[in-house]
Structures are given as C-alpha cells and as structure tokens.
C-alpha cells in the first residue's frame, strides 16, 4: 500500500512538472509564432535658440555619454546607389592601357606607340629624342561601372532606410519650427523598421546641426523595443548638444567620445584648413519613455526638444517573380527499317 502511495505522488509530481513546462512554454511559442510587427518612426529634434543656459549649472562630471555596441545608422538612397567597383577608366589602368594600345597614326610615323620606353623615358628608334605623350588626367565624376554590391533599394520593405518627404508626417510641425526664431531643427528622421525586446533592438545614430571639424552640435542614439507587456513602445534616447567656439572659454574638461565608423563616415570632408574649436560645454537629453502609437510625444530640455511618433506599418508581401520553366520533350525517334 505504501509502495503504491508513493508511485501515485510521482507521477503526480510529474505530471505537475510537465504542466508547469507546457504553461511556461505556452507563451514562448505565442511569442514566436506572432508575426513581426513593423513600425514607422519619424523624429525632429531641435533647439531653443533663446534658452539662457548660464542659469544652469553644467558639469561634465554629470554626463554619461557613449554609443552603445548594436548600432545602426540610417541609410539614405545614395548609399544603395554608390559603386564599390570603379575598375573601369582607372587612371592607372588607363595608364597602363596606353603603353599597350597602337596609335593611330603609328602607322604613318614609323613609331609604334606601344614599344618601350627607355630608361630615360625615350621612345627608342629614329627619334631618339622625343617623348611620349603624357595619359590625359580624368576629371569630374567617375563613370558607371557594374558591381556585385550594387542593388536597388525597397522602400517599402528595407528597415532602417531614411523615408523620402512624400512620407513624412511632420511637415506642418517643421515648417512651424523653421518659421520661428525660437528654435533651430537640428535633426529630423523618418524611417521604419521591426520592433523587437531590448535585447535585440538595434540602437540608430543621431547626428545633426552645424559640424565643429570631426563633431556635430547634436550626438548621440535612440533605440526603440516593446515593454515587457508588450503593447507598448519604449524611447531609449542618448542625446546631447554641444556648445563649440574658437576660444576655449571654459574652465571644465569638456570631452565628447569618438564617433563610430558608421556615423564617422556621414560628416562633410573638407579641403580648406580646418579651423581648431573648443568645446565650451555639453548637455545631455537622457530619457526613457514608453509612448501609445500614433500619438505626438514630446521630450523637453533646457537646450533642445524633441518630437517622436511611432505609427503601425504593415510592410507589403514579397515581390515573388514567377520564372517560366522549360521542360524538355523528348521526340520519339523512328526505327531505321532494316
């Protein structure tokens, strides 16, 4: 009788564990069986030209400034539009090409153009002292040139693709802020992508405002993921605006952190003599939020402000293109008569 007591509590026990298992499992299998979930995300960040600052106390003690580890930038068209491959026209292979190509008048001189040089440079033959016709220099912009990483962009399926203006929403909010002495529009961002948990969303750089040689006035990341209820989309910004002038007049150490490659790579090059700036002061926007959708949210500093919607997008289904299948039909052959 004991031994069946005890055999009847086991497997009670584990039928207890194997339920507790299938609830705890239940909702990880929802979890993945749930279709993604995209959303188009637009932003304006801009400042407040006559916010008087020196009311406040700044510290660079106070600040916390990085970029985290997963980011991503915003890609443009021209980013899908620019060639990796320009072999063709190089100018050395052009060069190269000359030494081996025939002139055209070869023939009435007497001198090919594709024999060699001496080590003075001179053609040899009966004229022993002319000298080749220097490769015409090219100039202008580079010429097409097919390439592996070349591929049209897909504006209603590509994640993380800066929108063009026919899809914004904040033109009327821009315009109202760009016709105000109040405020400078630093940034403004439109793009879509999937929302996922915390610990995959991918964060965006933010750069924005006037560039003081390897920096801009506006720095920083966003990244957007659902609440752990997931109803909701969380704001994870990390923004800061930097005051910069040719006189270091500030008595703090003011140190910004180096720009990522992805981010380093969208600042203006320029051949005139880069003028040395001083960082005078930095304030930061550091701001979590969770925010309703298709609702304006606005997150205020001192300094800047910024403007955040997030509204449900469906992306389309994809593009299937149906490829004609060429079946080969045998054609019986007739026996030769013997």
């Known amino acids: 009788m004991q031994r069946l007591l005890a055999i009847l509590l086991l497997v009670a026990a584990l039928m207890g564990g194997l339920?507790?298992?299938?609830?705890?499992?239940?909702?990880?299998?929802?979890a993945a069986a749930a279709p993604e979930r995209w959303f188009q995300i637009e932003m304006t960040v801009f400042a407040h030209e006559n916010s008087d600052l020196e009311q406040e106390l700044w510290s660079p003690e106070?600040?916390?400034?990085?970029?985290?580890?997963?980011l991503q930038r915003l890609h443009s068209l021209s980013d899908f539009l620019q060639l990796t491959d320009w072999t063709v026209l190089?100018?050395?292979?052009?060069?190269?090409?000359?030494?081996?190509?025939?002139?055209?008048?070869?023939t009435a001189t007497g001198i090919a153009a594709n024999g060699p040089l001496t080590a003075t440079g001179q053609l040899p033959g009966q004229f022993p002292g002319l000298q080749p016709a220097p490769v015409p220099?090219?100039?202008?912009?580079?010429?097409?040139?097919?390439?592996?990483?070349?591929?049209?962009?897909?504006?209603?399926?590509?994640?993380?693709?800066?929108?063009?203006?026919?899809?914004?929403?904040?033109?009327?909010?821009?315009?109202?802020?760009?016709?105000?002495?109040?405020?400078?529009i630093?940034?403004?961002?439109?793009?879509?992508?999937?929302?996922?948990?915390?610990?995959?969303?991918?964060?965006?750089?933010?750069?924005?405002?006037?560039?003081f040689n390897e920096h801009r006035e506006l720095e920083g990341s966003v990244t957007f993921y659902f609440n752990n209820a997931g109803d909701r989309v969380v704001f994870n910004g990390n923004l800061w605006l930097g005051s910069f002038g040719t006189r270091d007049d500030s008595s703090e150490d003011w140190v910004l952190p180096v720009l990522p490659g992805t981010l380093a790579a969208?600042?203006?090059?320029?051949?005139?003599?880069?003028?040395?700036?001083?960082?005078?002061?930095?304030?930061?926007?550091?701001?979590?939020?969770?925010?309703?959708?298709?609702?304006l949210h606005?997150?205020?500093?001192?300094?800047?402000?910024?403007?955040?919607?997030?509204?449900?997008?469906?992306?389309?289904?994809?593009?299937?293109?149906?490829?004609?299948v060429e079946t080969a039909v045998e054609t019986p052959t007739t026996p030769a008569l013997p």
């Open 266 to 295: 969208t600042q203006t090059v320029s051949d005139e003599i880069p003028t040395e700036y001083f960082i005078n002061r930095v304030v930061q926007l550091r701001e979590i939020r969770e925010m309703r959708e298709q609702e």
């Open 186 to 211: 630093l940034s403004h961002n439109a793009w879509r992508q999937p929302m996922t948990r915390r610990n995959a969303a991918l964060a965006v750089g933010i750069v924005g405002g006037r560039q």
């Open 62 to 70: 106070k600040l916390s400034l990085g970029f985290p580890e997963r």
């Open 298 to 324: 606005y997150l205020d500093h001192p300094a800047f402000g910024v403007l955040v919607q997030i509204t449900p997008y469906t992306p389309p289904p994809p593009i299937v293109l149906e490829t004609a």
């Open 90 to 106: 190089n100018p050395e292979q052009v060069a190269f090409a000359a030494t081996l190509t025939p002139s055209a008048n070869s």
């Open 137 to 184: 220099a090219l100039v202008g912009p580079r010429p097409f040139a097919p390439a592996e990483s070349f591929r049209m962009p897909d504006l209603a399926r590509e994640a993380f693709l800066t929108l063009p203006p026919g899809a914004h929403q904040f033109g009327a909010t821009n315009r109202a802020l760009n016709q105000s002495a109040q405020y400078r």
């Open 19 to 30: 339920a507790a298992n299938l609830t705890l499992a239940q909702p990880a299998a929802e």
